[in-house]
Structure formats: C-alpha cells, structure tokens
C-alpha cells in the first residue's frame, strides 16, 4: 500500500512538473548598454576599491564576462550603435558617421538615415518577440516594420534654452511688501516672455525676488514668477536658488513638452535665470509614447552642450542636466518593468557616455589622459544604477559598452589645413573624416602627394576609396569641418573626451558581462562588437 501511495505521489510530482515547464514563461532579458564604459577603467575601480556597491562588485566578478570588447575600428557613436544593433559591419549596415550624405549627396544624420540590413529588434518583431527600447539613439531600423516596436528615443528638442538677465529694482522695495521687482535687461521691460511652442497657458512672466524675512532684514529665497504684476495674491511659479523648477505642458495638439528653470548665478545687483531647451518624447508607436506621455511626462533631454561650449553654462549646472535625464531613463525603464509584459528590454544609459564627452579630463590642469573627478563619479553614480537594476532575480541581464573612452586635446580644421577646393566635400566627424570628390577629373594620387605633408601631423591613417578618403585622427586631436578665423588651423577641442581612435588603446575597449539562464562561453575571451548583436539573438531565441 505504501509503495503505490509513493508510485502515485511521484507520479503526480511529475506530471505537476511537466505542466509547470509548458507553462513557464521565458526569462525576460534586460540589455543595459553602458556606452563609453572602459573595461581598463572599470576593472581598476573595483581593484582598488572605489565602488561604493558591494552587490555590483559580487555581481560584476559573478558574472560571465569577456575580458574585453574590441570597439570597431570607427567607433562614432552613430556607427557603434548601428553594428551592436546589427550584428553586422558599417559596410553592411551602411552607417560610417554621425554626420553622413544621403543618396542625393545632401548632409544628414548617420542617427536619420535608414539601415541597409535588419536590426536585430526587427527580427525579433518578427519572430513575435516582444521588444521594449529605452533611450534609443535610433528609432528607425530599416524599414516602416520598426514602427511596431516600442520604442522611446532620447527626445526632439523643439527649443534651445535662454537665459535672462534679471536686475533688481532695488527702488520699488517699499510698493512691494516682501516682493523685489526684477528688470529684464534685456528688454527693460519687467516682464519675461517663454517661448513655449503652441502653448496655450500664459508665457508671459513678471519676475520679484522673494523676500520671507520678518524682520525687515532680506531673508531672499527664490524667484517669484507671476502674471498679473501682484505676488501677493498667489503666483504662477517658485525657483529656489538651490533646485530646478520643472514646467511640463501640453501643445495645442495634445504633445507633451517638458523645460526646466534654474537660478544659475545671483549677485548683489543681477540674477541669471535658465530656462532649458524644451523637449518632447520621440519614439514609436504612438500608443507607447503616449502611455509614457501621460504616466511620466516627456523627457528633460539631453545637457545644453552649446551654451556650456559659449560659457554660458558652468560645468556643474550641465552635470545637473546630465543626471536629469539619466533619473528619467531610470524611471521609464522601472515603469516598463512593472506595466508592461516583455521578452526583452533595452535601456540606453547615457551618463559615462555624456560625463566622458564633456568632462573627461580636468580642464584646469591641462590637457592630459587621466580622468576627472567628474568623469570618476559618474563610475560610481552607474555602480548605484546598475546595483538597482540587476536585484530582481526573475530577469536574465547583458551589459556591455561598445567603447571606452580617451582625451581629446586638439581641434584641427580641415578647410583650413587642406585649403578651400570646390571639388570636393569634406565631412568631419571628430575621430574621423570623409573627403568626397566632386569630380572624376580630379586627379587623386596629385591631391593626396599634395595633402601628405600636411596631413602627416595630424592623421593616424588614410584609407583611399574610389571617389573619397577617410582619414583617422591621431589619438588626442579631432577634425572639424568649420573654418577658423586667421586660416589658423586649430583650435580648443568642444569635447574633452572622445571614441573612434586608431589604433586602439586599452582604455578605448568596451566591457561585456552577462547573468543570466545561459552559458554564453564569454571568460577571458576578447569579443569583436559585431558580435553584441548575434549575442541578443541568441539569448531571444532560446
């Protein structure tokens, strides 16, 4: 009798299992590219000690890892992305630049234009993977087929910033019982106008200083801004001296739209008041955009780089803006993971990437390869991040960076250094550069003998193709296409950091790790960044 009750039990034991096992559902996959992470870089950190997480130290050391990723030889940020969501390379896909001609030879973003071959989430789509894209650098794959997939790019920005310059009137203190009127210098006029494009609500502002004090002596907290010229009774927005006050609204249209104001200098006399770009959400399809539209608003965007490069902006107001827009990729992810079922979800986590563009190097002490506090904390800030991402055990993760990064010291103008020539078409894309000639007449092997002497100090190496060349800088200089005044030939770079150089350094490499259900066979191998894509379709096909 025992020995049929237990026949029975195990019988039904495994019959239990067998119905378990169909009704499993795959293991979700979490993809966190962390690009500009240097394996270098990140394995001296956590030797030395200077991660804050000992969960991401276990979690790094316990995972499979590669012991490094081998960038491509033009690692831009617009071909890198391109051949990690690919698997294939530039001469396949067909991107070889942030900036590119098109098929009718006309400027354009190598971030626009469409893929020659599939992505790997198109193929996913197809198969009836369900696909989540955060972040992304690129929204379109090759065809209208990408459209399907959800996706939500790093935003359009329909606005570049202002700053006023706000006087105080020190005169009307009396009229205003713990108000100061503020002077538009600009304008001389007291009010201030946003432009918020096709905004219904009001734009036009009235600026006081805040004064809470009760004792007559000025106790100033913020910027009050008002539309009817009378705080006192109530107002439209308060900007502290410490935070940012965001502004969110909606266009005639019903899109989304979000800025941000900060007090960014104040002195006895003068107040400098920033109003950030506004931006919007981009992505697809309408459905999803609109979910994150209405459940978390529309994205910060990304720094001000072009009032920071005009010194509009000091280094600390822009690593504000950076890590806005890292807490708002973050909350999205969190979001999807919680709202919306998936087979596998990618977030683009920009914060090394951007910190190592700007501020890879201590301006102050020249230029030189070893990284700034600023860019080391950014480290320690992706440590945090990636501890928060990887605790639930219920999703599988890849993490890689198809880069590292390096020191950028010196601007060369190209138009400068190889004279102006109506017959050809330089473009400059900072590592690297394309010079396409106009003409079949133009006899090249005499312009390149011309161009060598001059070329020689600045390039690394020079690929002739049939109707252009490429040139690689040299580690540490960048190209422009922007002529300078004087015909001087170089000049500070915009960016204190930069990828794509040739040859390769061990700092310039990438990472790869993985934890997760499979066995990806990765210890101590160098993996080439054109398998990060046959990677992901492996793991989404089992």
């Known amino acids: 009798m025992l020995s049929k009750l237990i026949t029975r039990c195990i019988f039904l034991i495994l019959i239990a299992s067998f119905y378990c096992s169909c009704q499993r559902q795959p293991t979700p996959l979490l993809i966190i590219s962390i690009r500009g992470t240097s394996a270098y870089y990140l394995d001296s950190l956590l030797e030395n000690g200077q991660f804050f997480s000992a969960y991401f130290t276990k979690f790094y050391k316990n995972a499979q890892k590669a012991s490094y990723l081998e960038p491509i030889e033009n690692a831009l940020t617009a071909v890198a992305d391109a051949t990690t969501e690919t698997g294939a390379s530039p001469e396949v896909h067909g991107i070889w630049g942030n900036a590119m001609l098109d098929e009718q030879g006309n400027p354009t973003s190598g971030f626009e234009l469409p893929l020659k071959i599939p992505s790997i989430w198109e193929w996913a789509h197809t198969k009836g993977k369900q696909i989540i894209r955060i972040g992304a650098l690129r929204i379109h794959g090759q065809s209208d087929q990408s459209k399907g997939i959800r996706t939500l790019g790093q935003g359009t920005m329909l606005t570049p910033g202002e700053i006023f310059q706000l006087k105080i009137d020190t005169l009307s203190r009396q009229n205003h019982a713990g108000f100061l009127p503020l002077q538009n210098v600009a304008s001389g006029h007291d009010s201030l106008k946003f432009y918020l494009p096709d905004y219904q609500g009001d734009s036009l502002f009235f600026a006081f200083l805040a004064d809470t004090s009760a004792d007559g002596k000025s106790d100033f907290q913020g910027i009050i801004l008002d539309t009817d010229q009378n705080p006192a009774n109530g107002y439209s927005r308060f900007v502290n001296f410490e935070n940012w006050t965001p502004i969110s609204f909606q266009t005639e249209n019903g899109e989304h739209c979000r800025t941000a104001l900060r007090i960014i200098k104040k002195s ?5 008041l920033y109003l950030r770009p506004i931006f919007k959400n981009s992505g697809y399809p309408s459905a999803f955009v609109q979910e994150i539209n209405q459940s978390l608003g529309a994205t910060p965007g990304w720094a001000n780089w072009g ?8 280094e600390a107001i822009v690593l504000e803006e950076i890590d806005l827009e890292r807490s708002f990729l973050l909350e999205v992810a969190a979001y999807c993971r919680r709202q919306i079922p998936c087979d596998a979800l990618f977030l683009d986590y920009p914060l090394i990437d951007r910190v190592g563009h700007g501020f890879y190097h201590d301006a102050s002490a020249g230029c030189n390869d070893q990284p700034s506090s600023a860019f080391l904390q950014a480290y320690q800030q992706m440590d945090r991040d990636i501890s928060n991402l990887t605790q639930d055990r219920r999703w599988n993760y890849l993490i890689y960076s198809a880069h590292g990064f390096a020191a950028v010291c010196e601007m060369v103008s190209l138009p400068n250094l ?18 396409f000639f106009k003409k079949n007449t133009i006899n090249q092997d005499s312009l390149l003998q011309d161009w060598n002497n001059r070329l020689r100090p600045w390039t690394d190496t020079v690929f002739v193709k049939n109707n252009y060349i490429v040139l690689m800088a040299r580690p540490g200089m960048m190209f422009t296409q922007q002529a300078f005044e004087n015909n001087t030939l170089t000049a500070p770079p915009l960016f204190r950091g930069e990828h794509g150089y040739l040859p390769r350094q061990l700092k310039d490499k990438g990472v790869l790790f993985y934890a997760g259900n499979e066995k990806l066979s990765l210890d101590q191998k160098v993996i080439p960044a054109e398998d990060i894509g046959k990677i992901i379709l492996q793991l989404l096909s089992n």
């Open 268 to 272: 006895q006399d003068r107040i400098e």
């Open 307 to 314: 009032f920071f490069q005009a010194g509009k902006l000091s």
């Open 418 to 435: 190889l004279g102006v020539n109506e017959n050809i078409n330089i473009i400059a894309n900072k590592t690297s550069a394309r010079i």
